[in-house]
């Protein structure tokens, strides 16, 4: 099983990459199968069931929409964020969706759509099953799906065999653990970027890999930018009004702080704030390596832009190349799943991948990067995911700002030390692994327990 840097960096849209875009990839594959296997045109019907942590937050975190627009043959990479709700409206005022754009077929909400609260499938909190029905309601297929975070879906088939990807390349650097970068790394005498980029070019060239790491890199910019001059009030009805363009506005006015020192970090929560709260309307984010903490790797990439005397382009690359390698051992070893591990699987891990990213633009030892992963995730462990009202709001986007911040301390710690260190990346993932597991269930996107519930909305 080989994962792509770009399987960790995807572009889609908010508020939720297991919630909105996972579910949105499973709609367009069930109705791809679906028309090699049986024949779109004979579908006159569509069933799907919600199940765990979608059947209990979906509504809020918009699986519904993000399903309605896979159906329709969109995809969370070109989909316009602008135009959604025009598509959406659409189709619920016509009662009706136009499968992959070639066959229409009645579709009402309160009838198509089940949210089962109650209940979960087997392989994962996050399960979907969609039963496509032809002439007299006769069943033609049915199908089950799961958003296993950060974008990711997998069928019940490779859901069972927890396979994440049918991937099987064979990659020149087999890194499956913290120790194998750190021995490769001595071996071969090279960086954790360095291997990475000889991995990726087992599927595109070195020049394409740049090109596609700089596109990514500018993506991110261009949110922190929109969201940064953006106002008004987060939907949803928590009444949560947008704050990063007022502090933007008031940094520049004073762009110094009472010592006479630049105030660096709160630059740093403006750039987190922003992206997530552009997350939060559904606009288009890059997944770092969720939606939910995709505010965290583009602020500290934006620190390294804005603050670093020598940031270049080629730190650039090297920043979302190590980032991108840690977010895989994460992935492969533990989870990026707020409803499978807590928060601490999405802000934890996307603080310990901007940390380490950190390190590697600034020129640290391959030591001290895996040290600076290390220490982002050990201050983030046990972090719960209790989102209130189950939307991707509160605390989901200052804990970006949080996390960042973290980051950028993490690295700097790592640097100045020699990269030796008691605690150990492999040994902290698997705690976090661990604590996932032990963590009860109100406590994982089910907005069951936490402040979701000690929050009264109004």
């Known amino acids: 099983m080989a994962i792509s840097v770009f399987d960790i960096f995807k572009v889609g849209i908010g508020p939720s990459s297991s919630h909105t875009v996972g579910p949105m990839r499973a709609a367009r594959q069930f109705l791809l199968k679906l028309s090699t296997a049986a024949g779109l045109e004979h579908v006159r019907g569509l069933d799907i069931g919600l199940f765990g942590s979608l059947g209990l937050t979906g509504r809020a975190h918009g699986t519904d929409t993000g399903i309605l627009l896979g159906l329709a043959g969109h995809e969370p990479e070109t989909v316009d964020p602008d135009r959604i709700a025009a598509y959406v409206h659409t189709m619920r005022t016509d009662r009706s969706i136009v499968l992959l754009g070639r066959n229409r077929i009645p579709f009402e909400d309160s009838v198509n759509f089940t949210f089962h609260r109650d209940q979960s499938l087997p392989h994962h909190p996050n399960g979907m099953r969609f039963t496509a029905r032809g002439d007299e309601d006769r069943e033609i297929m049915q199908g089950e799906y799961y958003s296993v975070g950060g974008g990711f879906v997998v069928d019940a088939r490779r859901a069972e065999n927890d396979e994440l990807t049918a991937d099987n390349t064979a990659l020149p650097y087999t890194i499956t653990s913290g120790r194998d970068f750190l021995a490769l790394g001595s071996q071969h005498g090279k960086s954790l970027s360095e291997m990475t980029l000889a991995n990726e070019t087992s599927w595109r060239t070195e020049s394409e890999v740049r090109t596609r790491l700089g596109g990514i890199a500018d993506i991110m910019h261009t949110c922190i930018e929109r969201g940064s001059k953006s106002t008004g009030t987060l939907p949803g009805g928590l009444g949560v009004v947008r704050r990063a363009a007022a502090i933007a506005r008031e940094l520049i006015e004073v762009p110094e702080d009472a010592s006479g020192l630049p105030p660096t970090m709160e630059w740093v929560n403006v750039f987190a704030l922003a992206v997530n709260e552009e997350n939060a309307c559904g606009g288009r984010v890059v997944t770092a390596p969720t939606n939910g903490a995709a505010g965290i790797v583009p602020a500290v990439l934006e620190y390294y832009r804005r603050f670093v005397r020598n940031a270049s382009d080629e730190g650039i690359v090297r920043f979302l190349l190590a980032a991108g390698a840690v977010g ?131």
Not at 347 to 353: L, P
Not at 385 to 403: F, K, T
Not at 449 to 454: I, K
């Open 328 to 458: 895989i051992l994460y992935k492969e070893n533990a989870s990026i799943s707020g409803a499978e591990v807590g928060c601490q699987g999405e802000v934890g891990v996307a603080c310990s991948m901007a940390a380490a990213g950190l390190a590697e633009a600034l020129g640290a030892t391959i030591e001290q990067v895996e040290n600076a992963a290390e220490i982002g995730m050990e201050h983030n462990l046990g972090l719960t995911c209790d989102p209130v009202g189950g939307l991707v709001q509160i605390p989901c986007i200052e804990r970006n700002a949080m996390g960042a911040v973290k980051a950028i301390n993490a690295a700097r710690l790592a640097i100045r030390g020699t990269g030796k260190h008691r605690v150990s990346l492999d040994e902290v993932i698997k705690t976090m692994r661990e604590t996932g597991a032990d963590m009860q269930t109100k406590y994982k996107e089910s907005a069951l327990g936490g402040l979701a519930v000690n929050v009264i909305e109004c």
